[in-house]
């Protein structure tokens, strides 16, 4: 991997980056496929219309459902579903911990636990998330890490981080020896680590130091979002980015809003996800520059106009028909008629807008870091945003 920084203004920066499977142009927000496919109906193709750059895939999930041998016999992941993008695979490690239950249990050696599919017995450890990865044949593969609750004490948070660090030291070498064999689907798949800690600032420090010294692919600051408030997570990343190798990517992991987007990048973050804007759309629910809209309000049923004006969406402005020209936008009202009627059209064009709203987002960020005054622009784009947390 080649890891560029393009333009800094602050600690806000925008990089190129290439991989064995294109270039990423930083910040991204990738789209979350968890079992390799965006919910809402919405294909590899949509996924080049609206702009995505990376595509996010589950291990856990893929795992205990289709399974990843097969995939690996069918190719890797890349051709199993037909995006010739950048593929980032999570490690599983926060599924294991959230989707567990009581049956969980942790060792050393990795976690036991019963799949929440069909309740079977399951062991992952680093080797094992490793080998799953290995099999997909991911751009980039997420080390093996416990999710620690955010606000947990002390007492918990220390010893599995310390037990966090010791995997990540086994998922580094289980790495270089998959990506070694013959048969291996990437070899030159890519690892980055997790920094964990909660949100006590000394041990989130400690730790970020001690993996930086592990010369991986890219960092990411992971166990945020679960719990602990906006400000705590901001103050996280104003502490934990510094002990963060300047010259690698960094991935805040499961963030967030338009706005946790923009204050994360303001803190040297390049890589986010989250599943706002898919499971906001399956719900009815689109993003403006004026606000979050619910289109099951009532206030839309004539509505005529597209969800947000000026927008290039293939949903507010159409399609692109062979001839150049677009094929129209649908109207609000029209999309809440599929919603009502439960339509899945309905659904599939909320989940396209919110997407392309959040690549746009991202596109616009690294404009106006790469030539524009971004103090300005973040402070404009922050009061507006304003709006989020209610409809429009």
Aim: proline share 4%; aromatic share 8%.
């Amino acid at each position: 991997m080649k890891y560029e920084i393009i333009a800094t203004q602050g600690r806000a920066k925008s990089a190129h980056v290439e991989t064995v499977h294109g270039s990423i142009e930083t910040p991204v927000f990738m789209n979350v496929g968890t079992v390799g496919a965006i919910k809402g109906a919405v294909s590899t193709d949509d996924l080049h219309v609206i702009g995505t750059q990376v595509e996010l895939s589950n291990t856990y999930h893929l795992h205990v459902r289709t399974g990843d041998e097969l995939i690996k016999k069918m190719g890797g992941l890349h051709k199993f579903m037909k995006w010739d993008r950048p593929i980032l695979t999570d490690s599983g490690g926060f599924q294991v911990f959230s989707l567990a239950g009581t049956g969980r249990k942790i060792k050393e050696e990795g976690v036991t636990f019963h799949s929440h599919i069909d309740g079977r017995v399951i062991f992952m450890g680093p080797e094992e998330s490793m080998q799953i990865q290995s099999n997909l044949g991911s751009t980039i593969a997420m080390a093996f890490d416990e999710c620690p609750p955010a606000l947990a004490d002390r007492s918990y948070i220390l010893p599995s981080v310390e037990r966090t660090t010791r995997w990540l030291e086994r998922c580094k070498t289980e790495m270089a020896r998959l990506n070694s064999l013959p048969d291996t689907v990437n070899p030159h798949q890519l690892l980055f680590g997790i920094n964990q800690g909660g949100i006590l600032e000394d041990i989130r420090i400690q730790h970020a130091d001690t993996i930086s010294q592990m010369n991986l692919d890219g960092y990411a600051v992971g166990g945020l979002a679960v719990g602990e408030t906006h400000e705590q997570m901001y103050h996280i990343l104003d502490v934990v980015v510094p002990h963060l190798p300047k010259e690698k990517p960094t991935y805040l992991m499961g963030v967030g809003t338009p706005a946790n987007i923009i204050e994360s990048v303001d803190r040297g973050i390049d890589f986010f996800d989250c599943v706002y804007p898919t499971r906001n759309g399956r719900h009815g629910h689109v993003y403006t520059h004026k606000g979050k809209m619910n289109l099951f309000n009532l206030k839309y049923e004539m509505d005529d106009r597209p969800i947000e004006e000026g927008c290039q969406c293939p949903v507010c402005a159409g399609m692109m028909r062979p001839d150049g020209t677009r094929s129209g936008g649908y109207s609000r009202a029209y999309i809440r008629h599929l919603l009502k009627a439960k339509e899945m059209l309905g659904m599939r064009l909320c989940v396209l807008h919110n997407l392309y709203f959040y690549n746009h987002l991202t596109e616009e960020i690294r404009t106006v870091i790469r030539g524009g005054n971004w103090d300005d622009w973040k402070q404009e784009a922050l009061d507006k945003l304003q709006t989020y947390d209610r409809e429009e």
